[in-house]
């Protein structure tokens, strides 16, 4: 067994730093180990913020210190150095949150994630090393995956659960015990080392637990390893003696592994609100983020979201988005979202954003061509339809549902009710697999002497009705009976229908359809021939 | 003068005629003299081309209505972008256009016209997008940026615009007018890149649609009992000629 842990020291601050507004750029520190990623990833430098429980200050952030603010500064000396302090209170419920998220993100590395209260997530990696080709290409990987929601992290490698967690509280990297290739210890006086040089305060145990063995003199987890155990055990009591055989692998320890809820709804809040749209983006994308970690984790694609933008003054925004195709990609769903907030005004601050997931497909994966040259010179049907799928989804975001549909045929002989209008959303569904390339490509026209009426390429959705002059009829012009009639009746039922039509030609060579009600004996064009 | 040249010279939207062209054929329209009239041998691929027509209906459907029912059967999407009327199913199945393959746009604004055009021609991919300019007067920088979208899309690219158009500059690859005549309509080709402009062909409509008016007796006589402005009409008062029974008398 090889665990990872993933120790999220500053999570308390980093959780609020959405609020400062960011600016959003994707630079990612790949490093595999950092401390205090996000600081070093050249952002703007960040307000003084401290977070605080009850009336203790519990953390600062960097600008915070150097302002000489430190965690159990009293809040009034805090207020005195720094007026303008940024003060949050600590919000435990968002920390497990943003854990969840992360531990969603990870799940693509491994199945065996567990979020450890209150800043640890662990991953088993053994089962991930062929895939992901060694111990220290899958860190990177992790490292990536951690920076792009921006946390600062420290991460500790050890065959125990409990001995990473020791690990990562550390300040000294356990890689180089680890065999790259199949994980396990190959250093093991290195590995002692670093696990005996550690500090007795990274200990899970009770703070007066920590004080007695201080005060026998024991400063080093190895000090206390070293001790017989019976000894220990009858000194201390069994806890602490099971809980460092669990570190040692003496005893098991079994963990709670991830769990996932049914839905995907979750939400960020701001205290202050954020005013704009491009502020809107960050949160929205690291919301996205978890959605699509989630889907990941449950092989499933979604087929729209759902954005609620709760402001201060009460009103509530909702922006709906549908994909064509369930798909399950960040960047997609951030760039509809961009098209959407375009066009939105906001009245007031956003104090809450919520993303729901409205349709949850079970994931499609589409099988690729191996010989993909040749499938992209013959204009491969598959990818025309992603291509149009997405077209479809950009129009709709820009420019609403209603002003896409496709047409279809109805079962009447009524002109109007001879066709239906489908509405967007189930174009892409109703698309059946492309036929092949049908053989008219000869140069002729393929016209043929159908006995079926001659019905115009364009209706108009209200008749115009035709003037009469005289003996002629007059519609832009005088119009000249080619054809008919031919008599439409029907609809009895609800709207009747008594109609003679005939083709007639404008003066000027354009081609109508007309007709004349038989009841009112009033003259309509009703269509045009292209 | 030299330097002028060559400044000249360097700039993308100057045709020269040295210049090799990176439309090797193009999809064929389904009528033989106009193929053979068209540089590519059909509509070109990847650029625009114009459709200069004083109204909807001088035949410019019917003209593409070959080339759009090959394309769907080909499986590749059709769009039509603000449409100045209904597209009315039966007469798109009739020409063997698949519908499941159209995709209609509706805009309100010239803007939102442009861009839903520059989007679908991006993401045409061998498609055809249809688009609707008639009373828009555009701009060379607009339809340029059209152009390069075109180009991103190998896709087939239509533009319809007014008539009044014909005598500005526009970077379309081919240019065509259609002027609509008493049997079909008549194709004047203004420009094409790497070809001859200024040849004319006629196409013929369909038989039913260019048959000769009807006798004039047959004419079911407009009858006054709703006609507004008929009786006040001061050019032809309707006294004026003697009037013919209706064709069938109507239901009552």
């Not at chain 1, 991953?123 to 899958?138: A, C, N, T, W």
Request: charge should be neutral; include cysteine.
């Amino acid at each position: 067994m090889l665990w990872l842990c993933l120790h999220l020291s500053q999570l308390p601050l980093e959780i609020f730093d959405d609020v400062i507004g960011h600016e959003y750029a994707d630079d990612v520190d790949s490093s595999p180990r950092t401390t205090n990623s996000a600081e070093t990833t050249g952002q703007t430098p960040l307000k003084p913020t401290v977070v605080i429980s009850g009336h203790r200050i519990e953390f600062c952030n960097p600008a915070a210190l150097a302002c000489g603010i430190t965690p159990d500064t009293p809040l009034g000396t805090a207020y005195g150095l720094c007026p303008d302090l940024h003060i949050s209170r600590r919000d435990t419920a968002r920390e497990q949150r943003a854990l969840q998220h992360l531990a969603y993100g990870c799940y693509r590395f491994t199945s065996v994630v567990c979020v450890q209260s209150p800043d640890n997530l662990l991953l088993e990696l053994q089962g991930s090393l062929k895939l992901f080709g060694g111990v220290r290409r899958l860190c990177a990987l992790i490292a990536t995956e951690v920076a792009a929601h921006r946390y600062s992290y420290t991460f500790g490698l050890a065959p125990t659960p409990a001995a990473a967690q020791l690990i990562s509280r550390g300040t000294v990297d356990s890689v180089a015990a680890f065999d790259d290739r199949t994980g396990t210890v190959i250093d093991t006086a290195l590995f002692n080392r670093v696990l005996h040089a550690l500090p007795l305060s990274v200990l899970d145990c009770s703070a007066t637990l920590q004080a007695s063995l201080q005060r026998t003199g024991l400063r080093q987890l190895g000090d206390v390893l070293r001790l017989p155990a019976a000894a220990l055990g009858k000194r201390c009591g069994q806890g602490l003696l099971h809980y460092l055989q669990q570190v040692t692998g003496q005893r098991p320890d079994p963990r709670k592994v991830l769990q996932l809820p049914p839905q995907f709804d979750d939400a960020l809040e701001f205290m202050n609100g954020l005013t704009s749209t491009e502020m809107l983006l960050f949160p929205m994308r690291r919301l996205l983020l978890a959605l699509c970690g989630y889907l990941r984790v449950r092989q499933l694609h979604c087929g729209g979201i759902e954005w609620r933008l709760q402001q201060q003054n009460g009103a509530a925004k909702t922006i709906v988005l549908s994909c064509a195709n369930p798909r399950n990609d960040a960047d997609y769903f951030l760039s509809l979202s961009r098209l959407k907030l375009a066009s939105l005004i906001l009245d007031g601050p956003v104090e809450k954003i919520a993303l729901a997931a409205m349709e949850l497909h079970p994931a499609r994966y589409v099988e690729r061509d191996l010989l993909a040259a040749r499938s992209a010179s013959t204009g491969n049907a598959g990818t025309g339809d992603d291509a149009i799928g997405e077209l479809i989804d950009r129009l709709r975001a820009r420019l609403g549902a209603s002003a896409i549909s496709g047409l279809a045929l109805a079962d009447s002989h009524i002109p109007e009710y001879a066709w239906q209008a489908l509405h967007a959303s189930t174009l892409s569904l109703q698309r059946p697999p492309s036929t092949q390339l049908s053989d008219t490509a000869d140069g002729t026209a393929n016209v043929t002497a159908s006995t079926a009426p001659q019905r115009p390429a364009w209706l108009l959705s209200n008749p115009e009705e035709i003037q009469h002059r005289g003996q002629q009829l007059y519609w832009h012009g005088v119009l000249q009976l080619l054809q008919g009639p031919e008599r439409i009746e029907g609809a009895w039922w609800s709207k009747p229908v008594y109609r003679d039509y005939f083709i007639a030609r404008h003066a000027q060579g354009a081609v109508y359809w007309i007709y004349r009600e038989l009841d009112t004996r009033r003259w309509f064009v009703h269509g045009i021939f292209g | 003068m030299n330097s002028t040249l060559a400044a000249l010279l360097k700039r993308p939207d100057l045709w020269q005629a040295s210049a090799t062209l990176d439309i090797t054929h193009g999809i064929a329209t389904g009528y033989a003299p106009l193929n053979a009239s068209l540089h590519h041998g059909g509509w070109p691929t990847g650029a625009l081309t114009e459709l200069l027509c004083r109204q909807p209906g001088s035949g410019e459907l019917q003209l593409l209505a070959p080339t759009l029912a090959q394309l769907s059967a080909a499986g590749h999407s059709l769009v039509l972008i603000a449409p100045p009327y209904l597209p009315y199913a039966p007469a798109w199945q009739h020409w063997n256009i698949s519908l499941e393959r159209l995709l209609v746009v509706q805009t309100t604004t010239l803007r939102d016209q442009l861009w839903a055009t520059e989007q679908g021609l991006r993401a045409a991919s061998g498609g055809a997008v249809l688009t609707w300019l008639t009373t828009a007067n555009l701009s060379v920088p607009q339809l340029r940026k059209l152009q390069l979208a075109a180009q991103a899309g190998a896709g087939l690219a239509i533009l319809f615009r007014s008539r009044q158009t014909a005598n500005q500059p526009s970077p379309a690859t081919l240019r065509i007018a259609i002027e609509s005549t008493a049997d079909g309509c008549q194709l004047t080709i203004l420009k094409q890149r790497g070809g001859w402009s200024g040849q004319s062909v006629c196409l013929q409509r369909p038989d039913i649609l260019s048959q000769r008016a009807m006798p004039t007796q047959r004419l079911p006589a407009p009858q006054p009992v709703c006609a507004t402005g008929s009786e006040t009409d001061p050019v032809s008062p309707p006294q004026a000629r003697p009037r013919a029974l209706p064709l069938r008398p109507a239901l009552q």
